[in-house]
Nanobody, 124 residues
Framework: QVQLVESGGGLVQAGGSLRLSCAASGGTFTAYVMAWFRQPPGKEREFVAASSRGGYTTNYAASVKGRFTISRDNGKNMVYLQMNSLHPADTAVYYC?????????????????WGQGTQVTVSS
C-alpha cells in the first residue's frame, strides 16, 4: 500500500508558476499510474493529469494542456506537476493519486490512494 504526501503549494500571482511534488512511500512505485486531481472551492474534485508507470505516456485535462506538465522520477519515488501561466481559475486543493494498474484513467474512482492535498491559490 502506497502513502502519498504532496508539497509545493502556495500563493502565486496570475501568470506565475508553481511546481508541486508528491512523495510516495510504502509500495513499489513503478507499479502505479500516478495522477494529479484538483478540487476548486465549492466544486467537485477533477482530473488534471496522469502519467504511466514508466512516465512515457501522459494525459491532461483540456483546461491545463500546454500549461501544466506531469513528470515522475522512479528512482526517487516522486511525481511532479509543473504549472505555468497560472490563472485564478486554477485555484484549488491539488491532490496526488495512485492507481495500481497499467492504463491511465481520468476517473477519481479508479484511484485507490490519495495524498492529503496542497492548496494552490492564484491571485488576479
Amino acid at each position: 500500500q502506497v502513502q502519498l504526501v504532496e508539497s509545493g503549494g502556495g500563493l502565486v500571482q496570475a501568470g506565475g508558476s508553481l511546481r508541486l511534488s508528491c512523495a510516495a512511500s510504502g509500495g513499489t512505485f513503478t507499479a502505479y499510474v500516478m495522477a494529479w486531481f484538483r478540487q476548486p472551492p465549492g466544486k467537485e474534485r477533477e482530473f488534471v493529469a496522469a502519467s504511466s508507470r514508466g512516465g512515457y505516456t501522459t494525459n491532461y485535462a483540456a483546461s491545463v494542456k500546454g500549461r501544466f506538465t506531469i513528470s515522475r522520477d522512479n528512482g526517487k519515488n516522486m511525481v511532479y506537476l509543473q504549472m505555468n501561466s497560472l490563472h485564478p481559475a486554477d485555484t484549488a486543493v491539488y491532490y496526488c493519486a495512485a492507481r495500481n494498474a497499467v492504463s491511465l484513467s481520468y476517473y477519481r474512482s479508479d484511484y485507490a490512494y490519495w495524498g492529503q492535498g496542497t492548496q494552490v491559490t492564484v491571485s488576479s
